[in-house]
């Protein structure tokens, strides 16, 4: 009796192979675009803090220079700096000066100016006085 | 199969411990975690600025850090590293910090207001030795640029922020902004992960307040009140100038005074706002309210004549005095020549109820109603509780108690045209922008005498400061003033007056037809030559300096011819030859 050989083999299901295939492929791509995009958005919350940091840097620097500004035209300095000789103070006569307010013009009282001013008053019923 | 069935069973325990730990515990172990990992952070807001009538800051706030040690983020090994390097930096005791900062302590403010290149260097010295659990959060203090001018009025805050005297307190909710927070997320490292923030509520800031104080204006009374300070030593000393048409106050000061920026080593006898809080006797000043009230009721016409019993009288069993002997007198030279005798006959015939009616109408013994705090009412006590002298020394400012700032109140009043305006030192609020959310208009209170009363009244006051008068210091070359001087006797604290001690006192408006100003100074216990202790005398001549350069610091043109020798003095320019 001759043995017969049958050749025994798997089909290869190219269509099932193409599809899992897609499948991780796309799985990969997800879980790397998750990963980019976390990346993506420590960097930008890294940049936003750095930007924040230096907005806060900046206010902080303006409130200095503002501080120092207000101290240096202050009265009282201005004052000290005339006591130190640093200044001169030199007397007008009062016939050299020109008042260059027209004579017929009247002071403005507070309320006089709410009607000539863009100034929305708040009146007194409407707002509570501590 | 034994193999099996050992693995099966140590994955199955494994498994259960897994889905115990992520499923069941989940939220004790995920509060855990957010405890460690989530803050709520403040958002400071910025407190509002005071400023003067011109927008000169007065008051304002600038950015500093408060330095946080959050105990538990620090290597035990680390410690000493960080509490060194903290000690050093912050000049702190290094020994108190370790005691302090155990693992435990998970918010420890190590200090407050730490300027921000102090904070900036210990960030970067942490960074470089690596050390963690030393935080920074923003912080401020305020700042005072122009020290002890105006100091009483602008007042200051406690080490919170919160406004504890002057404008300060009073205005303090509208000053105050509201904190907004934020909820982060920290890393191990406790950094912050910025892509995982949670709610969040912004900072509103404070709103600025404006006074209708005028700094030019403040500078020369409080220059002027040094110097007069300097010359006579008193124990304390009073300006107060306002705008009599509207109530507003352009100057305020009292000495003694402080520099708010060093507030914490003065005495509290520096810190009050005598203006509002001293209550004096008011001594010759109050006789406005008894010529009032007798010309308003129309009892009298200022040239009805008064018998003043040549400078002695007694009434009740007591002996009332003149400063000088005058026989009989015009209602009109009562006021001139201050004859108490003349005042006390005055207000008998205005009689009891009315002169209480009249001295009420004027507003003492109430509160004016200014926006600064501890403002007192002064005392007036009901006809009732009078003794049978009272309606003889009430007219000459003994009895009452009164507060500088009324006096100036009622003599604005008799300024203008008899209405009574309510003293206001704030103009207007303003929110962070500058928009203005709230002004201030003038407030009458009352009429309080008539127009037509007004006029030979205020020619009396007129008279006051002319040669004739009791105040012939107070005259101011080129304008017309008027007022009344004021020495009083000083109350003993043990009862009865003090011998030899006076408050005087020189209240007045200038120019007298269109007054522009009204304003009073007051002196303590000035030290002068024997006699030479009065009103006129003392307190005259400051406020004549102060009126006299106000007018020129205002732009008021000269009503009057002014006299040669006084040209020179006035408006002065800068001339730097060195900027």
Redesign the interface.
Known sequence: MTPTFQHRSNGLHLFALARWIVIAAFLGATGLSYVYLKNQ??T???Q??ALEQEL??L??QN??L??QI??L?????L?RRLDEG??????????A?V?V?P?DTN?L???ER?QQSQ????S?ES?Q?? | MLVCGLLAGVFSVFSYRLISLQIDRRPEFAALANQTQILKQTISAKRGAIRDVHSEVLASEMSMRRVIVDASHIKPDTLPQVCSLLADTLSLDRKVLEQKLTPDRRYLVVQRQVPEQTAEALREALEKQKLRGVYFEPDSTRIYPNGSLLCHVVGFVDYEGHGIQGIERSMNQYLEGHSGYRYITRDRTGSELVQHRGVEQAATDGNNVNLTVDLGLQCIVERELDAAVKKYAPETATAIFMRPKTGEIVAMASRPYFDINARAIAAPEQMKNRAIIDMIEPGSTFKIVTLSGVLNEKLVNPDTTVFCENGRWEYAGKLLHDAHAIGTCSVHDVLVHSSNIGAAKLAMQLGENRLYHYIKLFGFGERTGIDLPGEISGVVHPTNEWSKISITRIPMGQGVGVTPIQVVSAMGAVANRGKLMLPQIIHSITDEHDVPIAEFPPVAVRQVINQETVKPLVSALEDVVSPRGTAKGAAVPGYRVAGKTGTAQKVSPQGGYMAGKYVVSFVGFLPAQDPELVGMVMLDNATTRQGENYGGLVAAPVFASIAEKAMHYLGIDPTEAVPATRGADGILAIDNDRD
């Open positions: 958005l420590n930008c919350g890294v936003r803090k806060h840097e206010i902080v409130n200095g503002e501080a207000f101290r035209t202050s009265h009282a300095s004052q640093f200044l001169k103070m030199v007397p007008i006569n009062a016939q000066v008042h307010r004579m002071r009282t507070a309320s709410d100034y929305q008053t708040v007194r707002y006085r501590p």
